[in-house]
C-alpha cells in the first residue's frame, strides 16, 4: 500500500486575485501606520500581527486541505466463476458450426460447452492491466474432489465469498447453467454486489427447454410384505416427448423373476401406473422397475429405479372387543379367523349374560390388564361398546391409548346403534377420534333406503380403498357396493385427519358427512368406520371384497409395527416409505430380560448411508411405562439404509435396514434457467450473453475503470485547531494596541 500526501486548496483566480489584494493592502497600512510612529518598534510588531492576522484569514477562506492518497501495491482482479455440478454433465449444447471441421451439429454437453471459457488462454488480453482468478463454484465438498462434480449447486454463497475474499474486485464473470438448490437466492448476493461497485456478467451453457426423455421418477416399493400377499407398486413416469406412445413396465425380481405390464406414456406430462407381484416364497427380494428406451429419448440412465424388500411369514394378532354380537362382528370375527397371516381374540360383553366370551377358542374372558399381555396384539377393534361396570373401565381406555400411542399399534373404532361408544369420548381414547360426533344424536341415523359410500380423491389412492387392481375398475366397485341402513352421527373430520370416503347424499354444513376417516396418533394408526353395514359387501360376490378391505385394513395398521422386530427390541419408522432429506422418526419398543418394558436406559441407533458415512442417534425415553425410545434422522442420500440398534443395559442389538427413496438435488437433463442468471446480470448492472458472446465481455471488462484511490481528508480551514489559532492571535493583537496605548 503506497501513501501520498500534499495540500490543496480549493481556490480561484478571482479568490487567489482578491487575497493577494487584501495582503498588500493590509501591508501598505501597516507599513504607514509604522512610519507615523517614528519606526517605533512595538508599533512595528503590532503590525506584523495584524498583516499575520490577515494573511490566516485570506489562507482559511481559500480552504486549505491535507490530504493522503492511500493505492493498493496489488492489482484489481476479475473473478471468473464456472459451474462444475453435476447437471452441466447435460448434453444440449449444439455449437456453432464450424467451417474448419464441417457443418456438424452433433450435441455437447454443457461442461464440455464451456471449456474454452475456463481456459487462462481466453483472458490473455486482460492480464497486462487486470489479475483473472478462475475458479469453480463448489470446490471444497469431499464429493466433488472425488468426482470433480458438485451434486449441488450453490451460486450465493461463492458470489458473496469472492467478493469479501478478493480485494479489490472490479467484476465477476459467472458461467453456469442457472439451476441452483442450495442456499439463499441468487439474488440476494447479486444485490450485495452492486451495493459495492461489482457488476457480475452471465454466460448462460445450456438448452432452456427440456430434452426429449422419458424419466421413471419413482417406484414405491414397500420395506416389507407377506409371503401370499400381492405387492401394489405404485410408479410415476415423467415424459417431455411431444407425442403420446405405448410402452411397457418391466418388474424384476432379483433377477430370477420378471413381470411385463403395457402402459400408455402421456405426452408432456406425468403417468401414474403400479404393477402387482405376488411372492410366494419369504426372503429377502431386490425389486428393479424399469421401462426401455425411447428412439427419440436423449437420456436412458433414468429409465429405471430399484430398490429392497424383504417377505416375511406373517402372523399378525388383532383383538376384538363387542357388546352385542351383531352381524358385522359375526362377518368381521369370521373373516380375520379364516385368513391364515391373522391370529384373532374375541372379547364380547354381552348384556344380560352371566358372563363374557363364546363358545369357540378365539374369545378371551377378561380384558387384558397387563401391559405385556395388551401389547401383544398389533390391532384393536372397539365395537359398540363403552365405559360401564361389565365394560371397559377407564384404566383400560389408558391402556388402549399408550398401545397406539407408544408401540404402534392400530384402533379400530365402527360404533353402532345402542351409542355406547360416546361414553369413551369422556376419557383418553377421545382424542383418538378422527371425527366429531354429534352427542345430540347418540343412536345414530337410520334409513329405509340405503345409503352408499363416495371414494374421496385421498380415497381413490389410498391402499385401504383398494379393491380393484385399476382405479376406474375400483371406483365402481364402491359405487355398485351393496348399501349401509345405519351410519353415525358424524358431523365432521378433526383437523389431521384424512377422510378415504363420504356419505353420498347426506351432508351439512362442513359438506359431505365422513365415514371413512384415518388419522395418526403418536406412533399408531386410528381408524374411523362410520357404518355398521360393510357385512352387506358380501351380497353376491360372499367374501371377495369383505375380506379384502379388512385384510387390508389390519395390514395397513401393523405395518409399521413389525417392520423390524427382535427377542428383547422392536423398531419402527415414520413414514413408512421416506423421501431424501425427510426426517424420519424412530421409535424403539425395549423389554428387559423378565420381558417388561425397559423403563430406563440408553438405546443408540447406528445409521450407514449407502456411501458408507455414519451417523449415531441417541434416542430418549418417552412412555414411561412402555419402555419406547424415540429419535430421529434426515437422511441426505437415496438407496438403502443400515440401521443397527444397541442397547447396553439389556446387552441386546437389533439390525435392520429401510430404504430412502428420491433424487440428487443435481440432475442431468433437466432444462436450463437463463432467467436466474439474467436476473443476476440486471440487479448487480452487469450483462447477460451466450457463451458465443465471450469477446463482447472480455470487451466490457477491460473498460471497466480501476478503483479510485482511497483518500483521506483533513480539512484545515474548518478544523478546530484552526479556529483556536485565530482568536488567540486577535487576542494578542487587542493586548498589543492595549499596551502601546492605542485604546
Known sequence: MSITEHLTFSATPFSLALSAAVILFAGGLGYYAWRRSGYNSSIGMLELLRLAIVTLVTVLLNQPEWREEYRPDVRPAIAVLFDNSQSMETIDVVPAANPSKGNSSRAISRSEAIGPLVDPSTWTSLMDRLEVVIEPLSSDDAESEASGKSPRTNLAEPLTDVADRIDPLLGVVLISDGDWNEGPPPVDAASRLRTKGIPIFTVVSGSP??????????????????????????????????????????????????????????????????????????????????????????????????????????????????????????????????????????????????????GSQDYIKVFPEELEDLSQYDVVFLGDVGLDDNQLTESQCELIKGLVEYQASGLVFIPGFQGRQFSLLDTTLGDLYPVILDSAQPGGWGSRIAGHFELTERGRSSLLTKLADSQEENMDIWENLPGFQWYAPVIRAKAGSEVLAVHQDMSNQYGRLPLLATRTYGAGKVLFMGTDGAWRWRKGVEDKYHYRFWGQVVRWMAYQRNMARGETMRLFYTPDQPQIRQTVSFSAHVMDAGGEPLQQGEVLARIVAPDGATESVRMRAEGERWGVFRGGFRPQQPGNHRVTLVCDQTESKLETSFFVQGQIREQVGKPARPDVLQELAIVSRGQAVQSDQIDEVIKKLAELPLPLPTVRRLQIWSHPLSAAMLVLLLAAFWIGRKAVGLI
Open 209 to 358: 427447454t427440456r430434452l426429449p426423455d422419458i424419466e421413471l421418477i419413482s417406484a414405491e416399493v414397500p420395506t416389507f410384505s407377506a409371503a401370499g400377499k400381492p405387492v401394489r407398486i405404485p410408479i410415476t413416469i415423467e415424459s417431455s416427448l411431444p407425442r403420446e406412445y405405448l410402452t411397457s413396465i418391466t418388474l424384476r425380481i432379483s433377477e430370477k423373476e420378471s413381470i411385463t405390464k403395457d402402459i400408455r406414456i402421456a405426452p408432456m406430462a406425468r403417468t401414474f401406473e403400479s404393477i402387482t407381484w405376488k411372492p410366494e416364497q419369504t426372503g429377502d427380494y431386490s425389486i428393479e422397475v424399469s421401462i426401455p428406451p425411447h428412439s427419440d429419448e436423449t437420456i436412458e440412465t433414468n429409465n429405471g429405479q430399484s430398490a429392497p424388500i424383504a417377505i416375511r411369514q406373517e402372523q399378525l394378532r388383532v383383538l376384538i372387543v363387542e357388546s352385542y354380537p351383531r352381524w358385522e362382528y359375526r362377518y368381521l370375527r369370521n373373516a380375520l379367523s379364516r385368513d391364515p397371516g391373522v391370529d384373532v381374540s374375541c372379547l364380547l360383553f354381552h348384556p344380560g349374560l352371566g358372563k363374557v366370551g363364546g
